[in-house]
């Protein structure tokens, strides 16, 4: 099977050399690994970490309780139907919140699920996993390219 891939900067570009199809081609999947995103009112967020973290998320190598924050501004209105935590129906609401990132194993996803929905403020707490890659590990995934 042979893949054709377009490059997406020219080749004789520094960025080209940065994002070079080779660059891409040795990326490696790690089995079972995935990196969690998720959004929280800034003091909520020690809450939610710990929680996930006493689950073994954020771990990475000999190291624990590992994570990225960064703080933002969250904007959202309730509609008809639901029970706000913050705000009220049909007015738009802005909140401090954090944007959180840690590594989690595909073992414990449907437990960092659980934990978040459980430990954070809101009705629907925003989240997202993505399959994590490195070149340390076996090279799966090239349906992917």
Same mark, same amino acid.
Not at 27 to 52: C, H, Q, T, W
């Given at each position: ?5 377009? @490059?997406?900067? *020219?080749?004789?570009?520094?960025? =080209? ?23 929280? *009112? ?13 689950? =073994?998320?954020?771990? !990475? =190598? ?15 209105? @309730?509609?008809?139907?639901?029970? *706000?935590? !913050? =705000? ?14 840690? !590594? ?5 996803? *449907? ?9 954070? @403020? /809101?009705?629907? @707490?925003?989240?997202?996993? /993505? ?15």
């Amino acid at each position: 099977m042979s893949i054709l891939l377009k @490059p997406i900067f *020219p080749v004789n570009t520094p960025w =080209g050399k940065i994002f070079s199809l080779e660059t891409f081609a040795s990326l490696k999947y790690i089995k079972g690994m995935y990196k969690l995103v998720f959004f929280v *009112p800034s003091e909520d967020r020690e809450k939610v970490k710990n929680a996930l973290f006493d689950l =073994g998320a954020g771990q !990475l =190598g000999n190291y624990s309780r590992c994570c990225w924050e960064t703080a933002g501004t969250g904007q959202f209105m @309730p509609m008809d139907g639901s029970s *706000p935590a !913050l =705000g009220s129906q049909d007015s738009l609401e802005s909140v401090a919140e954090h944007r959180v990132e840690m !590594l989690v194993t595909e073992e414990i996803v *449907p437990l960092c699920i659980e934990a978040i929905r459980v430990n954070h @403020p /809101y009705e629907v @707490p925003a989240f997202e996993f /993505y399959k994590v890659f490195t070149d340390e590990s076996e090279l799966e995934g090239q349906e992917w390219l």
